[in-house]
C-alpha cells in the first residue's frame, strides 16, 4: 500500500483528492491536514463523508512530523504555503506532489512578478517535474517532486500543444478565452464567490495579469521550442465545475479541419484521458471525470483556427492530474482510481 499525507484536505481540491484516493485500491490515507478545521472528524466538514471517513483532521505542525510516515504527500495550498513542506519532504526522500503553484515556474524571478512571492527553494525549481502526463510521463514516472499543472493551463496547454509543436501557428497570435465555475476560486470567505455576486452573471478577472499566463507560455514555449507569449483571459460563469477553454491563433498556410483532427487523433492516441472529438467540448460532459475533450475549427475567412477544450477543473485540472501523476510515479496503471464515466445532469 501506498500511504499518503494531504495537507489542504479540506478545500474542493482537497476534497475531491480525498475522495478519489479513498477509492484507490492501492492507497492508505495516513492523515488529513486541515487550517480551518484542526481536530474535527472530516465527516463532520462534508457530511457526504459520513461512513466512509471520519479521520480527525490534523493541524500543520503535526502533518510537518508524519511526514516520515508517509510515502507520497499531496499539497492543496495557497500560493508559496507549499515551499517547507517540499523542501522537507525532498530532504527525507518522501514523493510530493503539489497542487498549488510553488514548484510549476522553472524561472525563480516569475514568481516575484506574478505572484508577488520570494521563492525560497529556486533549487528545487529544477528538481520539479511539471505533472502533464500528456507531454511528461517518463520524466513523471522517475520523479520525487511533481508540480501538478494550474486547471486554467491543462485545458489550454492540451488545447494548443499539437499546433505549437507541430509549428502550424502564428505563435505571436494565441489568444485564449476561458471560462471557469466559482469553485476554480477555492472554499474561501470572498465577496466575489458569493451567490448572489456571481449567479446571473458573467467577468472576465485577472485580465493581462492572471497568474497561470507565465504557466501556459512556459509550458507552449518548451513544446514549441522559441519564446512564446500570449494574451490569456479568464472568466467566472455561474456553475459550480468545469473549464471552457476557446483558444485562437492564425495558421501559417491553408490547412483542412479533417487534417488538423487527425494530427490531434494521431498525437494524443497514446493519452488515455484526452478524447478528440467532432462535436464540440461541453463541460458537462466531462463533469466528474479525468477526461479533456478537444476538438475545432476552421475560419477559412481569416484562417484561423479556434481550439476548444473542456475539464472539470478539480478533477483532471487538479485532484484526478494529480492521481494520475501519483500512478505514474509507483508504476502503477495510470488510470487506476480515475476510470470514472462523467456525470451528465
Given at each position: 500500500?501506498?500511504?499518503?499525507?494531504?495537507?489542504g484536505a479540506t478545500g474542493y481540491s482537497g476534497t475531491e483528492l480525498t475522495r478519489l484516493l479513498y477509492s484507490h485500491p492501492d492507497v492508505n490515507i495516513d492523515f488529513l491536514c486541515s487550517n480551518s478545521y484542526v481536530g474535527e472528524p472530516f465527516c463532520d466538514v462534508y457530511s457526504g463523508f459520513k461512513n466512509f471517513i471520519d479521520k480527525k483532521c490534523i493541524n500543520i505542525h503535526?502533518?510537518?512530523?508524519?511526514?516520515?510516515?508517509?510515502d507520497v504527500l499531496f499539497t492543496a495550498l495557497p500560493s508559496g504555503k507549499a515551499l517547507e513542506f517540499g523542501k522537507k519532504a525532498m530532504d527525507i526522500g518522501v514523493k510530493l506532489i503539489d497542487i498549488g503553484s510553488d514548484f510549476r515556474l522553472k524561472d525563480k524571478s516569475l514568481y516575484k512578478e506574478w505572484y508577488k512571492l520570494e521563492h525560497t527553494y529556486p533549487d528545487l525549481l529544477s528538481k520539479a517535474v511539471y505533472g502533464l502526463p500528456e507531454i511528461?510521463?517518463?520524466?513523471?514516472?522517475?520523479?520525487n517532486l511533481v508540480a501538478n499543472p494550474g486547471c486554467y493551463p491543462t485545458a489550454s496547454s492540451l488545447a494548443l500543444i499539437p499546433l505549437v509543436k507541430n509549428h502550424i501557428i502564428d505563435t505571436s497570435s494565441i489568444i485564449i478565452d476561458a471560462k471557469s465555475g466559482v469553485s476554480g476560486a477555492g472554499r474561501k470567505a470572498a465577496t466575489g464567490n458569493l451567490f448572489v455576486e456571481c449567479n446571473e452573471s458573467i467577468k472576465a478577472y485577472g485580465v493581462t495579469t492572471h497568474r497561470h499566463t507565465p504557466e501556459i507560455e512556459q509550458t507552449l514555449s518548451t513544446m514549441a521550442k522559441e519564446d512564446i507569449k500570449l494574451t490569456f483571459t479568464p472568466h467566472l460563469v455561474p456553475m459550480n465545475r468545469g473549464i471552457l477553454a476557446v483558444c485562437y491563433a492564425t495558421l501559417n498556410k491553408k490547412y483542412k479541419l479533417e487534417d488538423l483532427l487527425n494530427l490531434y487523433r494521431d498525437f494524443y492516441k497514446d493519452s488515455c484521458f484526452v478524447r478528440v472529438t467532432e462535436e464540440l467540448p461541453e463541460t458537462r460532459f466531462v463533469k466528474d471525470s479525468n477526461f479533456c475533450d478537444i476538438s475545432l475549427r476552421i475560419d477559412h475567412r481569416t484562417n484561423k483556427v479556434i481550439?476548444?477544450?473542456?475539464?472539470?477543473?478539480?478533477?483532471?485540472?487538479?485532484?484526478?492530474?494529480?492521481?494520475?501523476?501519483?500512478?505514474?510515479?509507483?508504476?502503477i496503471e495510470e488510470t487506476k482510481a480515475l476510470e470514472l464515466i462523467p456525470i451528465f445532469a
Open positions: 500500500m501506498i500511504n499518503v499525507g494531504i495537507i503535526e502533518a510537518f512530523e508524519r511526514l516520515n510516515d508517509i511528461n510521463k517518463e520524466e513523471i514516472k522517475k520523479a481550439v476548444i477544450s473542456a475539464i472539470d477543473n478539480l478533477i483532471k485540472g487538479a485532484a484526478g492530474q494529480a492521481i494520475q501523476n501519483m500512478n505514474l510515479m509507483f508504476g
